[in-house]
């Protein structure tokens, strides 16, 4: 950002250092209203927290129908297994495995709300051996059947 000047053609003192400012404030602002909105995707700052777990967080994202083990997730983030578990629920918040079914289920409704594939080809998509399989973590995960869930959000669209 360029200077002001006071109208003698000479830059103000501070001008460069006000301007940061206020655009760190404009960002910081912008920022928490997209959070408060729900418009942020959840643990959307963890990518940056540990470069490391990044690596496994990313290859979850992805790849989320991968098989992903510890062990596989431990290898993307170049970490012992035991080392990389206890780093991931310290960074996350939660176990890898916890963090990869939300991951899924956050792709599953996705989905599910555009109506671009059955609950058979989610649940394939997304790593599920079978259909029922994927029902039953999606019902624990939202509270309904996948086939349920995608009536009521577009019955809720349409209205």
Known sequence: MGAVEDGSGRARVGDSSVCAHIATTIVAVALRAWVQRGCAPDDWLVRTHDPYVAL????????????????????????????????????VGRSPANYLAEVRMAAAMGHLERGELSVAETAALLGYESEAGFSRAFRRHVGLAPSAWRRERTTVASV
């Open 56 to 91: 496994a967080l990313d290859a979850i994202h992805d790849e989320p129908g991968r098989a992903w083990t510890v062990g596989a997730l431990a290898t993307v983030a170049t970490m012992s297994r035991s080392v990389f578990a206890e780093r991931f629920r310290a960074t």
